[in-house]
């Protein structure tokens, strides 16, 4: 979503016009993740993201139009990052790993 003036963005309207942003949930803003690819740690950070606070997982990411043309690249980085993060999480308290998240 584009946003309305230079300074605001649109995302967390948009995130909480679709219904996800109520209780246990918590709207993140660059919320800075690391993760393991092609033998290295990389970090990024996510634009937005709504968290279920009751397990800890991410369960939106939400991707400001930056008219890169590497955006789509970036969402998916973002993605897998947070995969890896909630299936780190999921091990620190002995649960298994999710194979999938859709």
Known sequence: MMPTKPEESAIIDFAE??????RPRAIRTRKELQFF???EVKCTELDVCIIDCGV???ILLVQEDKRLGDA???LVAKAI???QDMNFKRRAVALDPLVRKV
């Open 17 to 22: 016009a679709l219904g996800y942003a109520h």
């Open 81 to 83: 990052a947070a995969f």
């Open 72 to 74: 789509d690249a970036q």
């Open 37 to 39: 690819t092609c033998a």
């Open 56 to 58: 800890n997982d991410i």
